[in-house]
């Protein structure tokens, strides 16, 4: 069960009762956006138009990359930057055992093969040293992710890829506006991706975008996501329609004013429950000095030594009004379409993650009087 779905069965579970429900997943929409959509709907505009050049433009500033470009999702996003790189059969990239399914199966999609490393156990993120260990004749891309909106280790992942030749693309669907030594996620790589979704820390309900400073990539990429034409009707190449709507992208240019917003709320109630969660056996997310993450999940990890298994945690915040969701339950080499075996076991950092964490709301719409109830709920398992 997703996060959002999530909302909706605790708060079935909690209708005819006094209390509200804590939501895991809260988007976060006002009059602002709505009146931007109203005036796209007046217009007649409705599909690709200038809300869209105006919405990559401005992306592109914000995260200090060359281009921008705008697609209908963070699937369609990953995997137009792969098509632009050349990647095809044949062909190796190196992706995180632990993240969600579309980073790896996007590489599927063109036809090439996912490798999957491990993870660090304190961020989460891509370990380097497993990437080293992986790295192929075959390999061509390393997808490195922003998990749960911390970075990764930048420069230790760009030696590796200048070392092997590889390209680097940045999944960093959840890292709006996190920082590694004051630069934004998005910046680093050859190609970074970003998506949109509604739980997203900014949203355009669907939608991607694609970042690079490299114009040949965006040159390909813009026959990629629009059915290959040079122009009309003469298609070069085999392309998609990945185009993302002025309605979206006027959502997404509002978005992009309060996303500063927005995470500066997320990380100070990430703040608060560092602060006052005290559980033993209950582990707070870690940083890495010089980032600056965003939190678009607040993520905790359950030792042995935490008093209820994590299925018995769940019901009990359930049971007390608080939404929780599991990001991510299965590592990726488990995934059936992956076909590959479970034993022996690959990645056991990305197993035993899977087995432990669990996501808490940490969301822009959350007060401090539900934080403080939420941390004393959590504090009486003791």
């Given at each position: 069960m997703n996060g959002y779905a999530f909302c909706i069965s605790i708060g079935n579970v909690l209708r005819g009762t006094s209390l509200d429900p804590i939501f895991v997943a809260r988007p976060s929409v006002g009059r602002e956006e709505i009146a931007a959509v109203t005036a796209v709907l007046e217009s007649g505009m409705l599909?690709?138009?200038s809300?869209?050049?105006?919405?990559?433009?401005?992306?592109?500033?914000?995260?200090?990359a060359s281009y921008a470009v705008a697609v209908n999702n963070g699937t369609a996003a990953l995997h137009a930057a792969l098509l632009a790189a050349g990647i095809g059969p044949g062909?190796?990239?190196?992706?995180?055992d632990f993240t969600f399914y579309a980073t790896a199966s996007s590489v599927l999609m063109c036809g090439a093969t996912p490798v999957f490393a491990d993870v660090d156990e304190r961020t989460f993120n891509i370990s380097p040293q497993e990437i080293e260990k992986r790295v192929t004749t075959k390999t061509k891309a390393v997808i490195a992710v922003h998990l749960f909106g911390l970075p990764f280790d930048v420069p230790a992942v760009q030696e590796i890829c200048r070392q092997h030749n590889l390209l680097l693309i940045e999944d960093a669907a959840q890292a709006h506006g996190a920082l590694l030594g004051g630069k934004m996620a998005g910046s680093f790589g050859d190609l970074a991706c970003f998506s949109f979704y509604a739980t997203k820390n900014m949203i355009?309900?669907?939608g991607g975008m694609v970042t690079t400073k490299d114009t040949a990539l965006y040159d390909r990429l813009r026959l990629v996501i629009n059915h290959g034409q040079s122009e009309k009707y003469i298609h070069t190449c085999l392309g998609y329609n990945?185009?993302?709507t002025d309605i979206a992208a006027a959502i997404g240019l509002v978005q992009l004013q309060r996303l500063p917003g927005f995470n500066e709320k997320r990380r100070k109630n990430a703040e608060y429950y560092n602060a006052h969660l005290s559980v033993k056996g209950l582990v707070?997310?870690?940083t890495p000095p010089g980032m600056q993450p965003v939190y678009h999940q607040y993520v905790i990890r359950l030792t042995r030594e935490f008093p209820m298994d994590r299925a018995a945690f769940m019901e009990y915040l359930k049971e007390n009004g608080i939404g929780s969701a599991i990001h991510y339950p299965i590592p990726l080499h488990r995934q059936p379409v992956f076909g590959l075996k479970n034993d022996p076991d690959p990645c056991p950092v990305a197993t035993r993650l899977a087995a432990s964490v669990l996501s808490l709301p940490v969301h822009p719409s959350l007060g401090e009087d539900q934080l403080a109830y939420i941390c004393e709920t959590i504090n009486r398992v003791n």
């Open positions: 599909a690709a138009g809300r869209v050049a105006e919405f990559e433009r401005e992306f592109a500033d914000n995260c200090g062909d190796e990239v190196i992706v995180p355009t309900g669907e990945y185009r993302m707070t997310p870690f």
